[in-house]
């Protein structure tokens, strides 16, 4: 999804942490979304970072390094519910460009 | 509070058939979005609308898809004529604002062109 990048796939066992990794192309970037997508339903949002460090929110909390081009999702304590696809998505002059997809599989 | 609707939540149709997908997003949100999602190509922006008006059609794949948007309660996205290479979950989402805006989606539609 025009050089947004994250894994595929990972693995994780509940009640772990997880890092979810995303580099996004810098030109016109404004700010970076994270997603999640349960199979079969709707994304819906998890956090929007515009300025540089850690935003906490509960269990999850999402990273950004603006000259970097890089951030990340760290979700902590999994839970079996974590299981979905989470979604990197740059904001670039005003258009929401995702990526392809990160798809967690927790194992009990 | 009504979320974004679309309809139909499941479409299958032939080849060469015309396909219509409507949305009506949430009341007062000023952004109108649709997207396209497959498993090969991720989720992809086709175009987005403020106001009514299209700002950005460069996702829109060929002359074979168009997009309107009516009022403020209504958008449609035709493809005419169909083939399977458009078998997709299409959503749309809106939004108050672009860019910082957070973006609701429509549980999706279903399209398998046969």
């Known amino acids: 999804g025009q050089n947004i990048d994250q894994p595929t796939e990972m693995t994780a066992t509940e009640g772990a942490i997880v890092q979810i990794n995303c580099t996004y192309q810098t030109s016109g970037f404004n700010g970076l979304f994270w997603y999640q997508q349960h199979a079969g339903e709707a994304p819906t949002f998890l956090s929007y970072n515009v300025l540089d460090g850690l935003e906490e929110k509960g269990r999850f909390s999402s990273f950004l390094s603006r000259s970097k081009g890089y951030s990340y999702l760290l979700l902590k304590e999994l839970q079996m519910k974590d299981s979905a696809s989470y979604l990197c998505a740059s904001n670039r002059d005003d258009k929401i460009i995702f990526g392809k997809g990160t798809r967690l599989h927790i194992l009990p | 509070d009504a979320g974004v609707i679309q309809s139909p939540r499941h479409e299958v149709t032939e080849m060469g058939q015309e396909v219509t997908l409507r949305c009506k997003p949430i009341s007062g949100h000023d952004y109108l979005f649709w997207y396209r999602q497959t498993m090969m190509r991720g989720l992809e922006l086709l175009i987005y609308?403020?106001?009514?008006?299209?700002?950005?059609d460069s996702g829109m794949p060929e002359d074979r898809f168009s997009a309107k948007m009516p009022n403020a309660s209504f958008s449609t996205l035709k493809i005419q004529p169909s083939e399977p290479r458009d078998s997709a979950v299409y959503f749309c989402a809106s939004s108050l604002r672009t860019g910082a805006g957070e973006l609701f989606f429509g549980e999706g539609s279903r399209l398998t062109v046969l």
């Open positions: 609308f403020n106001n009514n008006v299209p700002i950005d």
